[in-house]
């Protein structure tokens, strides 16, 4: 219902080099998208929306007629709905470094014919809205009317708001945070190091083998997986439950539901994502911490002029609201233009992805309100 249909993903490449964070300068990079409505004549309607994690540029709609599976936040996206695309021209990228149609690891270097590996130029956070900066310049697109992500992609939200301040009218940051804690950082670290240890992975050096480093992704998942969850919502859906059978084994093999849930994430995940991809993203995400890198959040957020919106999720324990109430505070102190709301529910960090009914009615909102206060203006 109210679904944008169809949708191909295209593609755009950037010949000239990108100077990456590290300093690596570095091209050609292809980079994956997916557009829904019309850019208006002033080419200012534009919403970009970014990515979590493991995401891809397939935000809406369906590739084909056979197609089951909506985009993952076809929900939000498409005619009447939050991101009206009878108003707004929505676009969605891949992550630069990822496996879904953008340059990653895995992609072949044009100098060896080879896949680049662990070749791949490390990068960050403001690497990756530099690339996106490109792809809307290639669209035509004069401003941003929003820029809006969860997770990861509220991290790039809020990048893109700092580094182009003229250029970003709004920002919607949902479940996110301004710096990765301790523990997250530990969580992503024992995810790469499944990778690592899995003797398929050879070094990043698996493409051409039969056998894949599948089990260290799977479990790098799983650990992922849990973090997205929070006791509630694992109590809820599994308790102490048993699969498939009354009483203990006794052994090693599974014995209750969230085992086997948890191993089918990890096998669902290794058919649609790349481990080197994997890698190169969560140290990405790793690495984001605007306090550090600017020397105060204060720093971070003064030049933009954008209005936010941030959501956050009470049983979020990977990326809580104490950390989102740490951005709005920042921002009520520099007097920008912020709202802020925590949303009750049971999902834990997942909830950006599931609880719809009640982000929708916020999103719109806010949405509708900038709208009312350009005119004003």
């Known amino acids: 219902m109210n679904s944008v249909g169809i949708v191909n993903t295209q593609f755009y490449t950037i010949e000239e080099n990108i100077k990456l964070e590290s300093g690596v300068e570095f091209s050609p990079i292809t980079v994956a998208y997916e557009t829904y409505g019309t850019l208006n004549k002033n080419a200012d309607n534009a919403i970009l929306i970014?990515?979590?994690?493991?995401?891809?540029?397939?935000?809406?709609?369906?590739?084909?007629?056979?197609?089951?599976?909506?985009?993952?936040?076809?929900?939000?996206?498409?005619?009447?709905?939050?991101?009206?695309?009878?108003?707004?021209?929505?676009?969605?990228?891949?992550?630069?470094?990822?496996?879904?149609g953008t340059t990653g690891p895995s992609s072949i270097n044009p100098n060896t014919g080879k896949p680049y590996g662990i070749s791949f130029p490390v990068f960050t956070i403001e690497d990756t809205i530099k690339i996106q900066k490109k792809v809307l310049d290639y669209l035509g697109v004069k401003s941003l009317y929003s820029v809006a992500g969860g997770s990861m992609g509220g991290m790039q939200a809020m990048q893109f708001s700092i580094t182009y301040p003229e250029f970003v009218k709004s920002a919607i940051l949902i479940a996110t945070t301004s710096k990765l804690s301790p523990q997250a950082i530990a969580f992503n670290a024992v995810g790469r190091n499944s990778i690592i240890s899995d003797p398929a992975w050879n070094n990043g050096d698996y493409y051409d083998k039969e056998i894949k480093p599948d089990r260290g992704l799977s479990i790098a998942r799983m650990i992922g997986h849990i973090t997205y969850l929070c006791e509630e919502a694992m109590y809820n859906k599994f308790g102490r439950r048993l699969?498939?059978?009354?009483?203990?084994?006794?052994?090693?093999?599974?014995?209750?539901?969230?085992?086997?849930?948890?191993?089918?994430?990890?096998?669902?995940?290794?058919?649609?994502?790349?481990?080197?991809?994997?890698?190169?993203?969560?140290?990405?995400?790793?690495?984001?911490?605007?306090?550090?890198?600017?020397?105060?959040?204060?720093?971070a957020f003064k030049m933009?002029?954008?209005?936010?919106?941030?959501?956050?999720?009470?049983?979020?324990?990977?990326?809580?609201?104490?950390?989102?109430?740490?951005?709005?505070?920042?921002?009520?102190?520099?007097?920008?233009?912020?709202?802020?709301?925590e949303i009750k529910s049971p999902c834990g960090h997942d909830a950006f992805l599931l609880e719809y009914d009640v982000q929708s009615k916020i999103i719109g909102s806010f949405l509708n309100n900038h709208i009312k206060g350009d005119n004003n203006g």
């Open 50 to 100: 970014i990515h979590a994690l493991t995401g891809d540029a397939h935000a809406a709609g369906y590739k084909s007629e056979d197609d089951k599976k909506a985009g993952w936040w076809d929900a939000l996206i498409g005619p009447n709905k939050p991101f009206d695309t009878n108003k707004y021209f929505v676009v969605c990228t891949n992550i630069f470094g990822g496996c879904s």
């Open 243 to 299: 699969q498939n059978k009354e009483h203990y084994d006794f052994n090693f093999d599974i014995d209750f539901q969230v085992e086997s849930y948890l191993k089918h994430q990890g096998q669902i995940f290794v058919d649609r994502f790349d481990a080197n991809s994997y890698l190169y993203i969560t140290k990405a995400v790793d690495y984001f911490d605007l306090e550090n890198k600017y020397g105060s959040l204060e720093n």
């Open 304 to 341: 933009t002029k954008s209005k936010f919106l941030v959501i956050s999720f009470d049983t979020d324990w990977l990326f809580p609201s104490s950390q989102a109430k740490e951005i709005v505070n920042t921002l009520m102190r520099l007097n920008k233009d912020v709202s802020y709301c």
